[in-house]
């Protein structure tokens, strides 16, 4: 049996979403709303192209060879993964079987409910944290936080590793107060493997603009190389380990 999902995109040699050389897979739909998305065209769960689990699995395994030499794998992304859920398990079940490492990408806004029949097909979770601040995730993304720190807690008590995201956004996500709660959050999780700490860019702009929207945060600077190396600053006399 093959599972069908909507696709957005594929990236098969990715280097900056897990370890080693990665199959990168975009899906399509998110619940998520963020200002500074760059993949504006993957929030809509009837965008994409169709395909089927047995289809891309014949994909990625032209490419095992990289993954076996790198200590690589495949990588599901988004959009939200979790919101196209048996095409997510399937998809991971027959990569377990094939012996290939897997990981999610996810912003932790999850149904606790979906995930108990797929956490067990999963190597590694990058999760992202938009913002530590509840209000200001929901001005940033248009959702509330309580999801996915929900989520980091549970991935903690049954101890399945995770790397922890966050994006600098000038004046939005790196206030000082800000940056030492998601500090303060981040210890308390003991699974934790790897902290990134990474910038902000509007090269999503033209897609945005693209698809006839405005871009919300016209306004706003990319991040500079100062801003992240503040933002790390903080975390690391906070007491996290971040890497760099």
């Known amino acids: 049996m093959s599972v069908k999902g909507r696709v957005h995109s594929v990236e098969t040699f990715g280097t900056l979403d897990g370890p080693g050389i990665r199959y990168v897979i975009f899906l399509q739909g998110c619940p998520l709303k963020c200002k500074y998305c760059h993949n504006r065209d993957t929030w809509s769960v009837c965008g994409g192209t169709e395909m089927s ?29 979790f919101l196209q859920p048996e095409f997510l398990k399937d998809l991971l079940r027959k990569l377990k079987n094939a012996g290939i490492h897997t990981c999610i990408d996810t912003s932790g806004y999850v149904n606790m409910s979906t995930i108990e029949d797929i956490i067990d097909y999963v190597d590694l979770f990058l999760l992202d944290i938009k913002h530590i601040d509840n209000d200001k ?62 910038p902000y860019h509007s090269t999503g702009k033209v897609k945005w603009e693209q698809l006839g929207f405005e871009y919300p945060f016209n306004h706003i600077r990319d991040a500079e190389k100062n801003d992240v190396l503040n933002v790390k600053r903080i975390m690391s006399e906070t007491g996290v380990k971040i890497n760099t």
Do not use: M, Q
Request: no cysteine.
């Open 53 to 81: 689990t047995d289809e891309l699995i014949v994909d990625i395994e032209k490419y095992e060879n990289f993954f076996a030499s790198s200590g690589g794998g495949v990588t599901i992304s988004g959009g939200e993964p």
């Open 137 to 198: 995730h929901i001005e940033l993304t248009g959702v509330s936080n309580l999801k996915t720190l929900e989520f980091a807690k549970y991935l903690s008590a049954r101890n399945i590793p995770v790397w922890i995201r966050h994006v600098v956004v000038p004046t939005i996500t790196d206030s000082k107060i800000d940056i030492i709660n998601l500090a303060e959050f981040i210890i308390t999780l003991k699974n934790v493997e790897r902290v990134d700490i990474l």
